[in-house]
């Protein structure tokens, strides 16, 4: 094959493992052809007599299968097919939450990620490489001595950059410079900014200073090393990104959880404690003998009578939902990002966000909060609990007759004045269960039109 016409691998592929035919596709797709030459023969050597010099598992193997999949649009079925025959229910459905998560981190909407790093002090760099290890992101290193005052310090490490994308055939691409703080939220923020500006070279400033250069996915002609070398389409302030860690998380919370749901109590518990937050999570039955959208109104008007209810912002959240592990920053930034707003019902799961705060910002107004997950801040507590039952009333709960909970939110929103925001990156979303309609498994590779 023509150099020139190498269609590239996947950056979000890691470690060994994957389809060869899936570089077949990749070719066809682009309008070549892929021929099979029956005489030319080769030998796979398995065993090796001084071991395997790669790392060799299972972790990588899915998560380059589900990239590739994900990247021709093929059914996955197959693929969770195979794996759960080779490695069980249990053990595949683990590794699959793993992979799934990394994927859909927001850092790998880019192709590639570098950070300019200035090669006399190496304590920034660490930090920054700390920071991004703990998200699965693989970030290319620009060292570029500071050298004397008036060079062009940032002109010089898109330049290296640049050759970095060239290189791999990167079609999307974030340039970093090393004293923008890291934090998981930072992310977040650049794929909203790609996702509302698509195909566009965007940098970022801190006090009118250029931290951050950013070709978007979509972008059309010229190559992400060559859109880096030139001018930005836009340039947007992150200034209000850098105050996210001042802001203080919700003070307590209460998960809603049902008697049916109570053996799932435990392990939600130890996940939403092995995020980090420092908040408080409590766990709270709803009024028993109810429909479960009642029920869980009924939950809200018991949380929300906690005397710890009184002290500040606290969330409201539903049993059965799967937490990200970025939620705490995300969290606070959002928080962060509303320091100057009024507002009164913070929705974490996803919803139809209308207006942004600011470019970049992680929350926007919306007029159909999702209830399932909320941050309620404490003024809006008694406008909450006078639109709801009274918690020992059953009669007038018993006439709701199961009201849709994001519907009421939504009405009591906009009858109450309720000033509501969602996340634009939502951190919680309903558990997904296994796949239980399986494809009929055909092969490891099967054949694509």
């Known amino acids: 094959m023509a150099r020139a016409h190498w269609p590239g691998i996947n950056p979000r592929f890691m ?23 029956p005489d030319l023969r080769w030998h796979h050597r398995f065993p090796r007599p001084r071991g395997v010099p790669y790392r060799l598992n299972h972790h990588d193997r899915i998560n380059n299968y589900l990239a590739a999949w994900r990247e021709l649009g093929w059914d996955l079925r197959p693929v969770h097919r195979h794996f759960t025959e080779l490695l069980g229910d249990t053990a595949y459905d683990a590794l699959r939450v793993q992979v799934e998560e990394r994927l859909d981190h927001p850092g790998l909407r880019f192709d590639g990620v570098c950070v300019c790093s200035d090669d006399d002090r190496v304590g920034p760099w660490r930090n920054a490489l700390a920071k991004l290890d703990e998200h699965g992101l693989a970030v290319r290193r620009i060292p570029m001595p500071r050298g004397e005052e008036g060079q062009d310090w940032w002109t010089e490490g898109r330049r290296a950059a640049a050759q970095v994308a060239q290189v791999r055939h990167w079609r999307s691409v974030v340039v970093l410079d090393e004293a923008l703080p890291l934090s998981a939220d930072v992310f977040y923020r650049l794929a909203d900014l790609a996702a509302r500006m698509p195909g566009r070279v965007v940098w970022g400033t801190v006090n009118e200073r250029p931290l951050a250069a950013i070709v978007t996915p979509g972008a059309t002609g010229q190559s992400a090393a060559a859109s880096l070398l030139g001018e930005p389409d836009e340039r947007v302030a992150l200034d209000a990104w850098l105050t996210a860690a001042e802001a203080p998380l919700p003070v ?198």
């Open 15 to 37: 470690g060994f493992g994957g389809e060869e035919g899936y570089v077949h596709a990749l070719v066809r797709r682009q309008g070549g052809r892929t021929l099979c030459l």
């Open 252 to 449: 307590a919370g209460w998960s809603i959880i049902p008697p049916a749901a109570l053996p799932t109590w435990e392990p939600s518990y130890r996940a939403w404690a092995s995020i980090g937050m420092g908040t408080t999570m409590h766990r709270l039955g709803p009024v028993p003998c109810l429909p479960p959208e009642t029920a869980y109104l009924s939950g809200w008007a018991r949380a929300l009578r906690e005397p710890a209810a009184l002290d500040g912002p606290v969330i409201l959240l539903r049993s059965g939902v799967h937490a990200s592990r970025d939620l705490g920053a995300l969290l606070r930034a959002a928080l962060s990002d509303l320091r100057d707003r009024p507002w009164d019902v913070l929705s974490l799961a996803a919803s139809e966000v209308e207006t942004p705060a600011f470019p970049g910002s992680l929350v926007g107004r919306t007029s159909r909060p999702a209830s399932l997950a909320v941050v309620v801040h404490p003024d809006a507590r008694e406008r909450l609990l006078g639109a709801l039952p009274d918690v020992d009333d059953l009669d007038a709960w018993d006439a709701w007759d199961d009201a849709d909970a994001d519907a009421w939110l939504a009405e009591l929103a906009a009858q109450a004045g309720l000033a509501t925001y969602a996340l634009v990156a939502p951190a919680l979303a309903p558990a997904q269960p296994r796949p239980t309609d399986e494809l009929p498994y055909a092969g490891r590779f099967r054949r694509q039109p």
